[in-house]
């Protein structure tokens, strides 16, 4: 399971590091977008709101790939994974697959590394101030 866990975070790593930096270096051609969709991305890219998402997908993708932070960078690629999903279900179905896998592969990442996230869903009883 362990060598599972490496190589998932490697692929997610890496997928997010070289899509992220496209929007930097423009090294990948962006297929040209119409409706809804295009007008999204389009908005997202004139607002400078697309460099800002890609700079957490090249840190959390970094994160992920040195391996020493891993859950930090799942929780900075969660809310971009999120929207990847929503963006696919409501705007695009042909990337919905690849979506879904990113998904999954995320899931499977987040549940390896469950013991970092248990503090944020264990109960805890806080002293208030008129306690003291």
Same mark, same amino acid.
């Given at each position: 399971?362990?060598?599972?866990?490496?190589?998932?975070?490697?692929?997610?790593?890496?997928?997010?590091?070289?899509?992220?930096?496209?929007?930097?270096?423009?090294?990948?051609?962006?297929?040209?977008?119409?409706?809804?969709?295009?007008?999204?991305?389009?908005s997202m890219a004139i607002t400078g709101y697309l460099k800002v998402i890609a700079a957490f997908q090249?840190?959390?993708?970094?994160? *992920?790939?040195?391996?020493?932070?891993?859950?930090?960078?799942?929780? *900075?690629?969660?809310?971009?994974?999120?929207?990847?999903?929503?963006?696919?279900?409501?705007?695009?179905?042909?990337?919905?697959?690849?979506?879904?896998?990113?998904?999954?592969?995320?899931?499977?990442?987040?549940?390896?590394?469950?013991?970092?996230?248990?503090?944020?869903?264990?109960?805890?009883?806080?002293?208030?101030?008129?306690?003291?």
């Amino acid at each position: 399971m362990k060598v599972a866990t490496i190589i998932a975070r490697i692929l997610l790593g890496l997928m997010f590091v070289v899509f992220g930096s496209n929007a930097f270096l423009h090294f990948l051609p962006m297929p040209e977008m119409s409706g809804p969709a295009g007008d999204f991305i389009g908005s997202m890219a004139i607002t400078g709101y697309l460099k800002v998402i890609a700079a957490f997908q090249i840190a959390g993708g970094a994160l *992920l790939l040195i391996g020493r932070y891993v859950p930090l960078g799942l929780t *900075l690629l969660g809310p971009v994974i999120v929207n990847i999903i929503l963006y696919h279900v409501f705007m695009d179905q042909s990337g919905l697959m690849m979506a879904a896998i990113v998904s999954a592969v995320s899931l499977f990442l987040l549940w390896r590394y469950r013991t970092a996230f248990l503090p944020l869903v264990r109960p805890r009883r806080y002293v208030s101030v008129n306690e003291l």
